[in-house]
Nanobody, 118 residues
Framework: QVQLVESGGGLVQAGGSLRLSCAAS????????IGWFRQAPGKARELVAA????????AYADSVKGRFTISRDNAKNTVYLQMNSLKPEDTAVYYC???????????WGRGTQVTVSS
């Protein structure tokens, strides 16, 4: 089992940057694929970036491609989401989630708020 805790959210002006962290507990963290999701008020949750267990493969939603970068440090049990050129439409609660390869995302953090002002 894996417990996930997000941090790094906050208020930033449009064009600014934030780096989110997803810290995991559990000895099997390096076995899990990790995804960053976001949910804005009144909108469905969306997957914005995902990274496989080894860090060798990553994928991004079209809306963040070229602006966000996902990475992981398995020695530190942490996954990062570097967010650059932020836009007001990036405002949302950001969640990290983990799942074994070929499984659903079974483990979720509580989220961190990101607010981008125009």
């Amino acid at each position: 089992q894996v417990q996930l805790v997000e941090s790094g959210g906050g208020l930033v002006q449009a064009g600014g940057s934030l780096r989110l962290s997803c810290a995991a507990s559990g000895r099997t963290f390096s076995s899990y694929n990790i995804g960053w999701f976001r949910q804005a008020p009144g909108k469905a949750r969306e997957l914005v970036a995902a990274i496989n267990w080894s860090g060798g493969s990553a994928a991004y939603a079209d809306s963040v491609k070229g602006r966000f970068t996902i990475s992981r440090d398995n020695a530190k049990n942490t996954v990062y989401l570097q967010m650059n050129s932020l836009k007001p439409e990036d405002t949302a609660v950001y969640y990290c989630a983990g799942g074994l390869p070929r499984d659903d995302y079974d483990y979720w953090g509580r989220g961190t708020q990101v607010t981008v002002s125009s």
